[in-house]
């Protein structure tokens, strides 16, 4: 079965438990198109009868990993996923990982229960919101009411230390992780650079990635030392009006513990779909 089959089976497990489920699974679709060899995400799956019962993802990056899994209801609770957790161990040793995420939605019972198995901590929990219309503040919210003009743009590629730059102070990052992020992403060639700035000048970047009229917003930050003065609800409300136009979801995800990036989603009119949880593998 060709790479492109298995993965039209691994859309359809997705769909199948998410609707069981009532969850989003997050299972990260712009890396698991790429092989690993590019930056892309390895997986693992379980076939029985020719039916997709079973998947794994690992989704690495210098030294870290994420993992994220399914299993077909009918066919839970008889070892498929513990299985595939086996197999994936010396994927993970040969990726020498020095720290193993696992992520569930926070709804999910089943995910919940398997993982109370496994030595784990809780690391953090993401919000995954969604742009409604309906929850938004009126229409005299102006795009431009920052204090200065601040402009949308796409990034060149000789920008790019200025977004390896926003990318360290925004979200703790080393440059030399920030840097092989970027390089990664700008040969995936699948999300959009975005420069913020104000008065001409560089304040802030974001990365759009748009498949299906859905639209995520990644990597969003201002400048430390230009922030408070409007300049990131002018960027957003921008955004959700160029997605608008082009009939696009304006989606996002932000870490439960910035409550002020929540706070400005949310007065923007996104409204929280779901959430996951991740946990630190300590075994």
């Known amino acids: 079965m060709s790479t492109t089959e298995t993965l039209k089976d691994v859309e359809e497990l997705q769909r199948r438990c998410e609707q069981f489920d009532g969850i989003s699974l997050k299972l990260n679709w ?25 998947f794994l ?10 993992v994220c899994g ?19 161990q010396s994927i993970i040793t040969r990726n020498h990982i020095s720290k193993l995420l696992l992520n569930a939605p926070a709804a999910s019972a089943t995910a919940k229960a398997y993982l109370a198995t496994l030595p784990l901590s809780f690391n953090h929990a993401e919000y995954q919101m969604k742009w409604d219309g309906a929850s938004a503040h009126s229409a005299s919210q102006e795009a431009s009411s920052a204090t200065g003009t601040v402009v949308l743009r796409p990034a ?7 977004l390896v ?28 650079h975005i420069m913020i700035e104000m008065d001409g000048k560089p304040a802030g970047k974001m990365r759009l990635w748009t498949e299906d009229n859905e639209t995520w917003i990644y990597g969003f930050t201002v400048d430390k030392k230009l922030r408070g003065i409007g300049i990131g609800r002018s960027a957003l409300l921008q955004t959700i009006e160029r997605e608008r136009r082009n009939y696009n979801g304006v989606n996002l995800e932000v870490a439960l513990d910035n409550p002020n990036a929540l706070k400005l989603y949310e007065s923007c ?4 779909l779901n959430k996951q949880d991740y946990y630190r593998y300590i075994g």
């Open 30 to 54: 712009d890396m698991l198109r790429q092989p690993p060899a590019s930056g892309g995400a390895e997986w693992l799956v379980t076939y029985e009868d020719e039916l997709l019962v079973g």
């Open 57 to 66: 993802g690992m989704y690495g990056f210098d030294g870290e990993m994420e």
């Open 70 to 88: 399914m299993v077909r209801p009918g066919y839970r609770r008889r070892g498929i996923f513990t299985s595939l957790w086996k197999r994936a």
């Open 156 to 162: 060149r590629e000789d920008e790019a230390h200025i």
């Open 165 to 192: 730059d926003l990318d360290c102070g925004g979200f703790d990052m080393t440059k030399e992780d920030a840097s092989a992020v970027y390089e990664l992403q700008r040969k995936e060639g699948l999300q959009e």
């Open 269 to 272: 009119g996104f409204i929280i």
